[in-house]
């Protein structure tokens, strides 16, 4: 069966940091894009990173430009999301999905993801 955890999430003070980790089962992520996604109460789901699986490349929405970064650990068949200088507003529950989008660059259609993890809480508050 295909599954994806992700872990890592808590409760953060302003400008903290947190890694958010996507772990897969009954498949190799390296084969997949991963798209982090998050939301929060009242909001609709958006996404906040992705990897393609075709060439590497990366996306994040100005949100979040330059404080989280996305990467694979293909050893241990892990995604992680590193968030930096987190802020009130990164507050919400996050996402890993995978997508068999093949082409370069992601796609940022949640439809184009089959598989979805349960989500991890983040809260970053003082």
């Known amino acids: 069966q295909l599954q994806l955890v992700e872990s890592g999430g808590g409760l953060v003070q302003p400008g903290g940091s947190l890694r958010l980790s996507c772990a897969a089962s009954g498949f190799t992520l390296n084969e997949y894009t991963i798209g982090w996604f998050r939301q929060a109460p009242g909001k609709e789901r958006e996404g906040v990173s992705c990897?393609?699986?075709?060439?590497?490349?990366?996306w994040y929405p100005n949100s979040v430009k330059g404080r989280f970064s996305i990467a694979r650990d293909n050893a241990n068949n892990r995604v992680y999301l590193q968030m930096n200088s987190l802020k009130p507003e990164d507050t919400a529950n996050y996402y890993c999905?995978?997508?068999?989008?093949?082409?370069?660059?992601?796609?940022?259609?949640?439809?184009?993801?089959?598989?979805w993890g349960q989500g991890t809480q983040v809260t970053v508050s003082s």
């Open positions: 990897i393609s699986s075709r060439d590497g490349s990366t």
């Open positions: 999905a995978a997508s068999s989008w093949k082409l370069p660059s992601c796609p940022r259609a949640q439809r184009l993801y089959a598989y």
